[in-house]
């Protein structure tokens, strides 16, 4: 029986197919949403997708193989390029001899996280060229064509996605056009790979002149959609809000962006002379009208009300009509909550029963802050909890030191809160810290994925395990304990108490599996045992 020629994928399954297609040869990241599913998906179709402690090593992990002639695709949510970015603009003076496409999956409206931020502002302030799908064809056909402009060009490139793309079903005709990848092998190339300043000089002269000859193939044939209507008004959107904007005002004239940079100005000029009135309609900052105005050209803008939040139909045809008037107010949802009888309550129920100061972090035990526990201060970033409850510990007296709490989980430890543990020890408040490591076995919040701590590999196959207590002792923590918080409540309060009246750096890893992951970590520690069992008996038969 023949494949079908059509499929039902959603944007990160389609940039996964688009990836297998093309010989992607390596696909790391760090698990975030919207964009956790990529690599999960490329997996499971048998591509070498791998989860790294965090989006700075992935990418550079990602860099190393394509300096080696492999295609790499890098995988995160839009804060995770801000962990990223070091390696991202340095990348783009080094290029490379593969491909790299680095996906930036935006969260506009905030459905699942800390901030709101413009991730296409990287393209520019990076110098990468940046592709913008606005459904699941394009999210395959994008990655495709992010991958052939790296490759032409030997530059890394910023596939930019939304929620809505991400997560959105619509229809894809995969068709592969890119020749299979070439062998791996690396050359030796000191003057274009080490970035001291002598060779650096002359690589930001030849990014600049790679940009320039990006952007006149976008101006000439880039991805980019002219569609004819009224010329009363024209529309110049990119990614889905290219989509809303066709549904909410059919008879109009829209210029579609794909390349989103560089952008093609001449085309836009253009097409904005040929219409009576020229808006654009873009979700989150005024990325394009900036880039447009700054070209000389005059278009409409969004009022500032709209800047906020994801854009829909009803929402684009208000910008249309200049509507300012206030905005109704949405439904109100179930507040989110911790599930019951998961063991991160009895940690929060005895950081809120001894009023403590607590410096948090981000994933599931975030929902402490809520009622009924209200037993979290400040959460800010990946691995800032240690950080900036030592930053309290410093600044506040002795009374209110004593009370303060870092607490981190155990994905997000391995992530960046190493680090901080570090600066606990090299320095020390007078009195001392305590750091609670909520370790529940799995990265919970993003859909139970696998971490360096839990010793299982992105497609759950045994691999090293990073020990917590062991780490901590090494680095010259003093007091290290283990507990079981939901067997043992009663001890985890007596650690904690004890920990905040003495001047000792104490860490506490409360350890027990994640509800919803319980069984499966069975399953896959059991599978893990027999697999070792076979291999086992296979070398002493051989024997």
């Known amino acids: 029986m023949s494949a079908p020629d059509r499929y039902l994928w959603s944007g990160n399954e389609a940039v996964a197919h688009a990836a297998l297609d093309a010989g992607v040869t390596l696909g790391a990241g ?51 390029l801000n962990v990223a970015a070091d390696p991202l603009f340095t990348a783009a003076y080094t290029g490379v001899s593969g491909a790299l496409v680095v996906i930036s999956a935006d969260d506009p409206g905030m459905a699942s996280s800390q901030n709101e931020q413009d991730n296409r502002r990287y393209a520019v302030a990076a110098g990468v060229p940046m592709f913008e799908p606005s459904d699941s064809q394009e999210a395959y056909d994008f990655t495709l064509a992010a991958i052939e402009t790296s490759e032409r060009w030997h530059i890394p490139v910023i596939l930019r996605m939304t929620t809505r793309v991400c997560h959105s079903l619509t229809v894809v005709r995969p068709a592969c056009r890119l020749a299979p990848p070439p062998s791996t092998a690396f050359e030796h190339d000191i003057a274009g790979r080490v970035m001291i300043p002598a060779n650096a000089r002359p690589a930001h002269h030849r990014l600049r002149q790679k940009l320039a000859e990006i952007l006149a193939w976008n101006e000439a044939s880039g991805p980019n959609r002219f569609f004819e209507g009224d010329r009363t008004t024209g529309i110049i959107a990119s990614g889905i809000t290219a989509v809303h904007a066709r549904e909410a005002a059919p008879t109009a004239s829209m210029l579609k962006i794909g390349m989103s940079y560089p952008l093609p100005i001449e085309a836009i000029r253009r097409f904005a002379d040929s219409v009576d009135r020229c808006i654009v309609i873009e979700e989150g900052d005024p990325y394009l009208a900036d880039g447009i105005r700054a070209a000389g050209i005059r278009v409409d803008d969004k009022p500032e009300m709209y800047r906020f939040g994801e854009l829909n139909v009803t929402r684009v045809r208000r910008i249309l009509a200049g509507d300012v008037s206030p905005e109704p107010a949405a439904p109100k949802g179930k507040p989110p909550a911790l599930c019951n009888n998961c063991p991160h309550r009895v940690a929060f129920n005895a950081l809120h029963e001894m009023d403590c100061l607590v410096a948090g972090d981000i994933g599931c035990y975030t929902l402490g802050a809520l009622p009924p526990f209200s037993a979290m201060d400040t959460c800010v970033c990946m691995g800032a909890s240690i950080s900036v409850g030592l930053g309290m510990r410093h600044a506040l007296p002795e009374h209110q030191a004593r009370r303060v709490v870092s607490v981190i989980g155990d994905s997000t430890f ?20 305590v750091v609670v490591i909520l370790d529940n076995g799995t990265t919970a919040m993003t859909g139970l994925q696998e971490h360096p ?27 290290v304990h283990v507990t079981d918080p939901f067997e043992q409540p009663e001890e985890f309060g007596r650690l904690l108490k004890k920990a905040l009246a003495s001047n000792d750096l104490t860490l506490i890893i409360a350890r027990r599996p994640c509800l919803l992951a319980a069984s499966r970590i069975k399953q896959y520690e059991r599978a893990a045992q027999e697999s070792e069992c076979s291999a086992a008996a296979q070398s002493g038969g051989s024997a």
């Open 453 to 479: 701590g839990t010793g299982r590999t992105l497609d759950h196959h045994a691999t090293g395990k990073i020990p917590f207590e062991d780490l901590a002792r090494s680095m010259g923590v003093e007091q």
């Open 414 to 433: 391995v992530h960046s809160g190493i680090t901080g543990l570090a600066e606990m020890v090299y320095n020390r408040p007078p009195t001392g810290h």
């Open 30 to 80: 760090y698990p975030g949403t919207p964009s956790t599913e990529i690599l999960e998906h490329f997996s499971a179709l048998g591509g070498r997708g791998q989860w790294s402690p965090n989006e700075k090593v992935a990418l550079e992990v990602g860099l190393g193989a394509a300096f080696a002639r492999g295609r790499v695709l890098v995988t995160m949510k839009h804060v995770g």
